[in-house]
Nanobody, 123 residues
């Protein structure tokens, strides 16, 4: 399974970015997907997750109402729309493919990870 993120960059506080994750190597639509992030000096943390169909989603409290996770199973693509960005959102963002059909916050249920894309929010 290969996951390739794109869309990161530098943005001012209050701005928006959209991250994409292109998946290949297994039946994309059979499994849940998620986004995690890791800031310098901090542990990797859960951001958002989506079920196999896209019908169910879950967000970390820190991003709820600002970020939207979605997926296009026809194109094997996972998206993360990030609005109202804050400096504390600065991190490397990782796309991950889970081993379950629903959404999940548990990192150990994600056997496949991308290389990450840097998001930097300036104040």
């Amino acid at each position: 399974v290969q996951l390739v993120e794109s869309g990161g960059g530098l943005v001012q506080a209050g701005g928006s970015l959209r991250l994409s994750c292109a998946a290949s190597g297994r039946i994309f639509s059979n499994y849940g997907m998620g986004w995690f992030r890791q800031a310098p000096g901090k542990e990797r943390e859960f951001v958002a997750s989506i079920s196999w169909s896209g019908g169910s989603t879950y967000y970390a409290d820190s991003v709820k109402g600002r970020f939207t996770i979605s997926r296009n199973n026809a194109k094997n693509t996972l998206l993360l729309q990030m609005n109202s960005l804050k400096p504390e959102d600065t991190a490397v963002y990782y796309c991950a493919a889970s081993s379950v059909m629903g959404w999940t916050v548990r990192p150990y249920e994600y056997p496949y990870w991308g290389q990450g894309t840097q998001v930097t929010v300036s104040s």
